[in-house]
């Protein structure tokens, strides 16, 4: 059995997207593929994913079940997590009784099984290899424009960038009005960041 590079396990509400405010168990995988920074994407990467364990599966579901208990899903989050997911880790997750969700740049196709896919670009759509989703979030700063996406998915959300765990009001203000132009993309707001919690 292999293992897996582990940042943090821990328990939260999911903060953004379509399924905001659902209770989830969040398993952050270490490293990435992009280095994001306010030059390339708008905005600096503010996720702290270096630091590593090295965990099998059997290790991660003991953590689960600790972190929460009676909670149904599982996030999957990085980093990047695609570039470690795999079946066995899918296939072990869901019997041991959980659904997943998993939140990647997109740029790896993922293996099939998984409950809920949110992708968020941080690259050109050209270069996206997971093209059918549940969800496509664009996480924008003012004056970056919306692309016009060829992913195929049930939502479309732009997601206003925080800096410096701000919400900044001139980003707000344009990504106000880019969901009020461009139907059928909807606003989704980095709840946990609001609130303060992970
Ligand atoms: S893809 Fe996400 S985790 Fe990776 S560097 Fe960019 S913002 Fe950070």
Redesign the pocket.
């Known amino acids: 059995m292999g293992t897996y590079r582990i940042n943090e396990i821990f328990y939260s509400l999911q903060g953004e997207g379509v399924r905001v405010g659902t209770p989830a168990l969040f398993v952050r995988f270490s490293g ?5 920074t306010a030059a390339t ?1 708008g905005f600096d ?3 702290d ?1 270096t630091a590593a364990k090295e965990m099998t599966l059997a290790k991660i579901i003991v953590d689960l079940r600790s972190a929460g208990p009676r909670c149904e899903w599982v996030v999957l989050t ?3 997590p695609a570039l470690q997911v795999d079946r066995e880790l899918i296939d072990g997750l869901h019997e041991a009784g959980y659904r997943l969700a998993i939140e990647t ?1 997109g740029s790896i196709e993922l293996p099939a099984g998984l409950d809920w896919i949110t992708v ?1 670009p ?1 690259m050109p759509e050209d270069r996206i290899r997971q093209r059918t989703v549940d969800e496509v979030k664009y996480v924008l700063t003012a004056g970056q424009p919306l692309p016009a996406s060829t992913i195929q998915a049930d939502h479309y959300l732009i997601s206003p960038a925080f800096r410096e765990g701000q919400l900044d009001p001139e980003t707000l203000s344009w990504c106000l009005r880019l969901v009020q132009d461009n139907p059928p993309w909807r606003l989704s707001v980095q709840l946990h960041k609001l609130l303060g919690i992970r």
């Open positions: 990435c593929n992009q280095a994001c994407v990467c503010d996720t994913h990085g980093g990047e740049n968020s941080k």
